[in-house]
Structure formats: structure tokens, C-alpha cells
T-cell receptor, first 111, second 111 residues
Framework: QKEVEQNSGPLSVPEGAIASLNCTYS??????FFWYRQYSGKSPELIMFIYSNGDKEDGRFTAQLNKASQYVSLLIRDSQPSDSATYLCAVGGVRDDKIIFGKGTRLHILP | DGGITQSPKYLFRKEGQNVTLSCEQNLNHDAMYWYRQDPGQGLRLIYYSQIVNDFQKGDIAEGYSVSREKKESFPLTVTSAQKNPTAFYLC??????????FGSGTRLTVV
């Protein structure tokens, strides 16, 4: 059974600080990695995706991938109250379109 | 604008009743998915379809049925055999490996 594990939180971070969200996955053959943001009562929104080892930056967001350790992370710099949400880590294969989702980490940015 | 439309936003089902949730996309995506999300829980895959006239069961298909007669449409029927249908239902679509785009969801409640 393929699994994606995340700490459920809540993770509380002061406004302006860096929020660090972590995720591990069980399938060593995984090739695609995604971070979704979900506000309460809303549907998930894709904010980052990464396929290769290393870092990928987009604005205040940085996704980090370490395939040897089967570890994915999301850094949010200069955290804002609007970043308060649940962040879902998702992992997929190459030919397999099915993506496996973690249960999410609740992030709370303290004003 | 391209996107995924789910309807209705809220749905109430009486005991023993079948209900159908609509999902339409104009993104020209081949693959479509149905997920269920319970409070504080992750996304659980109900059914998915990678091509017209073909679909596969996900992890929790019992009590649900789908059809894929058109590329744009992937309706989900919640049958009376589903004993605990109250949940948030999410439809998604994708190209291979580029992550999912989600609809806004349907909140189903048993009355």
C-alpha cells in the first residue's frame, strides 16, 4: 500500500517567519510530487510541483525533494495570515496518473 | 475560462435514495477522478477514468457508481448501498503527471 505521511499539526508560525512543512512517501518509484493548499470548506489548489531532486522556487514558496530519503518539503517565506490553511502533499508515478494524497498539515500563521 | 464545474454545491439525500453528483470539465483533460473527504481526513479515491467509456474502482468504490460517456463529463451516483454518504465530494481532472485541477466540490448530507 503506497502511503504519504504528513504531521497533522496544527503548525503555528509567527507572521513574517518561515513555515516548513514536511512529507514522506513510501513508494521509491514515485516520480512526481505536488503541494496543494486547501482553505476550510474549499477545494484543494495546486501551488507547487517538483519532479527532480533539489529545490524549486516560486515566489515565497520553495519545494524541496530528496528522493534518496523519500522526503518532500515546502517552505513558505514571509508567512502571511492568508497562508493559514491545510497543506496537502501528493505523490504520483510516471505512467500512473493516480496521485496519492497525504492527510494534510494544518498551518496557522499568528498575526 | 477553462475549469471544472461541480453541481450542486449542496445536496441532501434521504435514506434509501440514490443521488447523482455532476462533474463537467472544459480543460480537454483525458483523466478524471472522484474523491471523498471527511472532516479532518485526507482525500480518498472513489473512482477514476483515464479515457472515455472506461473507468476503474478506487479505494472506496462500494456504494458508488460512475459513467464516462463523454470526455467532458464524469457523473458520480451515490446509491442507497452507501451507508455513510455524508461527506465533501471532489471531482478532479488532469493531464499525465502535471497534477490535478479540482472542482469546487459538492457537500452531501443525509437527512
Amino acid at each position: 500500500q503506497k502511503e504519504v505521511e504528513q504531521n497533522s499539526g496544527p503548525l503555528s508560525v509567527p507572521e513574517g517567519a518561515i513555515a516548513s512543512l514536511n512529507c514522506t512517501y513510501s513508494d521509491r518509484g514515485s516520480q512526481s510530487f505536488f503541494w496543494y493548499r486547501q482553505y476550510s470548506g474549499k477545494s484543494p489548489e495546486l501551488i507547487m510541483f517538483i519532479y527532480s531532486n533539489g529545490d524549486k522556487e516560486d515566489g515565497r514558496f520553495t519545494a524541496q525533494l530528496n528522493k534518496a530519503s523519500q522526503y518532500v518539503s515546502l517552505l513558505i517565506r514571509d508567512s502571511q495570515p492568508s497562508d493559514s490553511a491545510t497543506y496537502l502533499c501528493a505523490v504520483g508515478g510516471v505512467r500512473d496518473d493516480k496521485i496519492i494524497f497525504g492527510k494534510g498539515t494544518r498551518l496557522h500563521i499568528l498575526p | 475560462d477553462g475549469g471544472i464545474t461541480q453541481s450542486p454545491k449542496y445536496l441532501f439525500r434521504k435514506e434509501g435514495q440514490n443521488v447523482t453528483l455532476s462533474c463537467e470539465q472544459n480543460l480537454n483533460h483525458d483523466a478524471m477522478y472522484w474523491y471523498r473527504q471527511d472532516p479532518g481526513q485526507g482525500l480518498r479515491l472513489i473512482y477514476y477514468s483515464q479515457i472515455v467509456n472506461d473507468f476503474q474502482k478506487g479505494d472506496i468504490a462500494e456504494g458508488y457508481s460512475v459513467s464516462r460517456e463523454k470526455k467532458e463529463s464524469f457523473p458520480l451516483t451515490v446509491t442507497s448501498a452507501q451507508k455513510n454518504p455524508t461527506a465533501f465530494y471532489l471531482c478532479a481532472s488532469s493531464w499525465t503527471g502535471v497534477g490535478y485541477t479540482f472542482g469546487s466540490g459538492t457537500r452531501l448530507t443525509v437527512v
